[in-house]
């Protein structure tokens, strides 16, 4: 059984920052990839990042390249997302996922997903 955890959502102003983290439980995790998906208010479900196992491959929706960044640390089992110069429409449940990376850069989700944190961009 996989459990992830979210944290470091909250309220920020246009411009500023956020780091989220997602905690994993299992023994799977440093063989799995992680996607960040977010799902704001009336909309779908999106990717915003994924990364591969060993970390070394990223990829992001066009929306937030240059902006948010994937990383990971497998000794500690989590995954983080810096985000950085956050837009108001980046306000959204951000929810981690484990899931395939698979080649050449793509990402296929998994069957557990966390419980989602917050993130509220104010104008």
């Known amino acids: 059984q996989v459990q992830l955890v979210e944290s470091g959502g909250g309220l920020v102003q246009a411009g500023g920052s956020l780091r989220l983290s997602c905690a994993a439980s299992?023994?799977?995790?440093?063989?799995?990839?992680i996607g960040w998906y977010r799902q704001a208010q009336g909309k779908q479900r999106e990717l915003v990042a994924a990364i591969n196992s060993s970390g070394g491959r990223t990829k992001y929706a066009d929306s937030v390249k240059g902006r948010f960044t994937i990383s990971r640390e497998n000794a500690k089992n989590t995954v983080y997302l810096q985000m950085n110069n956050l837009k108001p429409e980046d306000t959204a449940v951000y929810y981690c996922?484990?899931?395939?990376?698979?080649?050449?850069?793509?990402?296929?989700?998994?069957?557990?997903w966390g419980q989602g944190t917050q993130v509220s961009v104010s104008s």
């Open positions: 996922n484990i899931g395939v990376y698979f080649f050449p850069n793509n990402y296929a989700p998994g069957d557990y």
């Open positions: 299992g023994s799977t995790f440093s063989s799995s990839g």
